[in-house]
């Protein structure tokens, strides 16, 4: 649903959309981690349920839009295309859970509560750019491609979006016990230092997502795939000897530098 909404350049829908599911899926993690005392299963518990909530409606609202066609060179085209963003999509995947798994292997249950309760709420925070991200992808095909006299444009609106979101997660790092002290139980306050870790690492993720359509113009998704999986690699070994030594901030060290370095 999401990416017929960005395709389509409905970015209303799309924002819409996604922020449902990101209040949603949050509330629910603050309710499983904080109130029932679940863990990292609460996180898991959250993000199931939310899903099997949003599945039905993502149904209904492009049920009229699929079509059970099969184009064999439409499939081969896409394919050719694709393939290599496997690779890079599973990296992504390992590049952002690996953390989770060498916490709750090294460290304790409620460490990783604290961890996950700050790394979610700091994705509530990269909301923004990935909403930004999904609005924008289109319009940079559509002009690169069809309105290359207004190319020009794309400089400036990334800039703005730079100049927008730094300036945010500037101020969320500095207020976060603030905010945190009036949502989040006491027990759990440590978790708005992990919140201000993360975010810096979102930052630097958020940016790489933008310039990282350039490679997707020029089709070097070979280029983009080793860069993701270079920074996945290192995210594994910097958790390896981190985690054990600095617990759940050696996590988000790791992510930071590998981030850093993508």
Known sequence: TLIYYRITEQSKKYVLFSLSYLIINSSLIIYFVTNMNTGAIGK???????????LPIAFLAIRNKINYKVD???????????????????SGLLLTMS?????????????MGIYSLG???????????????????????????????KIHYLK????NYHLIIISLHFLAFFFAKEIFLLFIDSKFIESYKIFQLIIIANLYNSIFD?????FSQVKKMKTLMYIVIFGALLNIVLNYF?????????????????????
Do not use: W
């Open 44 to 54: 898991l518990n959250a993000n199931v349920i939310a899903n099997l909530i949003f």
């Open 72 to 90: 064999i060179k439409m499939l081969k085209d896409s394919l050719k295309y694709s393939l290599p963003i496997i690779p890079n999509l599973l």
């Open 99 to 111: 953390d989770r798994i060498f916490i709750e292997k090294i460290i304790d249950l409620h460490s």
């Open 119 to 149: 790394s979610q709420l700091a994705g509530a925070l990269a909301f923004i750019g990935s909403a930004f991200y999904g609005a924008f992808n289109p319009m940079f095909f559509r002009i690169v491609n069809l309105e290359k006299e």
């Open 156 to 159: 400036i609106i990334q800039d």
């Open 210 to 214: 933008v310039l990282g359509l350039s």
């Open 242 to 262: 981190l985690v054990p030594i600095m617990g759940i901030y050696g996590a988000c060290y790791a992510t930071i530098i590998s981030f850093i370095f993508i």
